[in-house]
């Protein structure tokens, strides 16, 4: 093994095997797993001049492991000079503060969970609320325009039929009936009486509007015949 080493490594290896080793902590590595780790790289160096003793190998645990293993090691003032029984009795301790660090994730991650879940009902019911406001809001509304015109006199129905009127848009001069009504039921809450003046003004409106148009008509045919041929 010397004459391998003395002929396929380069002159430092040892030195960059020891810093290496001498640099490493636990970090949130599983202690178990870091002091094997540390051992093995010790065991290359078997046989040179950075080899490290089972003392100092043990030193060097103690004095790089993490913080909430260490609060527990003092605790339990671990007092083992033997290196393997002493990584034993550490790693034991490494597993209770492994499954104590997974119960605290555990809560956090019920607690969170609940948070959200009220969270989405809260969410869920103030959404169920506004459309049930919408929805009453919208029935209301709709209720108020299902309001049944109330029934005719016999004065309005005279009214309809002398002047070309629907019974059911309630409009004179409407130029259809009932059966072909396009305009539908007139809303109650919108309808005013029918009366004899109102009739008389709209029929008087009606003139007002053919006149000006007969007018039209006459000046377009007479203009027509004006136009001298070329």
Same mark, same amino acid.
């Given at each position: 093994?010397?004459?391998?080493?003395?002929?396929?490594?380069?002159?430092?290896w040892?030195?960059?095997?020891?810093?290496?080793?001498?640099?490493?902590?636990?970090?949130?590595?599983?202690?178990?797993?870091?002091?094997?780790?540390?051992?093995?790289?010790?065991?290359?160096?078997?046989?040179?001049?950075?080899?490290l003793?089972?003392?100092?190998?043990?030193?060097?645990?103690?004095?790089?492991?993490?913080?909430?293993?260490?609060?527990?090691?003092?605790?339990?003032?671990?007092?083992?000079?033997?290196?393997? =029984?002493?990584?034993?009795?550490?790693? &034991? *301790?490494?597993?209770?503060?492994?499954?104590?660090?997974?119960?605290? +994730? @555990?809560? !956090?991650?019920?607690?969170?969970?609940?948070?959200?879940?009220?969270?989405?009902?809260?969410?869920?019911?103030?959404s169920?609320?506004?459309?049930?406001?919408?929805?009453?809001?919208?029935?209301?509304?709709?209720?108020?325009?299902?309001?049944?015109?109330?029934?005719?006199?016999?004065?309005?129905?005279?009214?309809?039929?002398?002047?070309?009127?629907?019974?059911?848009?309630?409009?004179?001069?409407?130029?259809?009936t009932?059966?072909?009504?396009?305009?539908?039921? =007139?809303?109650?809450?919108?309808?005013? &009486? *029918?009366?004899?003046?109102?009739?008389?003004?709209?029929?008087?409106? +009606? @003139?007002? !509007?053919?006149?000006?148009?007969?007018?039209?008509?006459n000046?377009?045919?007479?203009?027509?015949?004006?136009?001298?041929?070329?």
């Amino acid at each position: 093994m010397a004459k391998v080493q003395k002929i396929w490594l380069p002159i430092s290896w040892a030195d960059t095997v020891c810093c290496k080793m001498l640099a490493s902590n636990q970090g949130q590595h599983p202690f178990s797993e870091w002091a094997i780790n540390v051992q093995s790289q010790n065991m290359l160096l078997r046989g040179t001049t950075w080899h490290l003793t089972d003392v100092n190998i043990l030193y060097h645990l103690e004095s790089h492991i993490k913080a909430n293993l260490a609060t527990d090691y003092h605790t339990e003032h671990v007092d083992e000079t033997n290196l393997w =029984l002493w990584i034993e009795k550490v790693h &034991m *301790l490494d597993g209770k503060c492994l499954c104590y660090l997974a119960r605290q +994730k @555990k809560a !956090v991650e019920n607690t969170l969970h609940s948070e959200h879940a009220c969270s989405s009902n809260d969410k869920k019911l103030n959404s169920n609320t506004h459309s049930n406001v919408r929805t009453n809001t919208q029935n209301k509304d709709t209720m108020k325009l299902f309001i049944w015109l109330p029934t005719l006199t016999d004065m309005e129905r005279q009214l309809l039929c002398n002047n070309d009127g629907c019974f059911k848009c309630c409009k004179p001069f409407a130029g259809h009936t009932s059966s072909n009504c396009a305009k539908g039921f =007139l809303d109650g809450a919108m309808y005013k &009486m *029918l009366t004899a003046s109102a009739v008389l003004a709209k029929k008087q409106k +009606k @003139k007002e !509007v053919v006149m000006p148009s007969a007018v039209l008509r006459n000046g377009t045919d007479s203009g027509e015949e004006s136009v001298a041929p070329l």
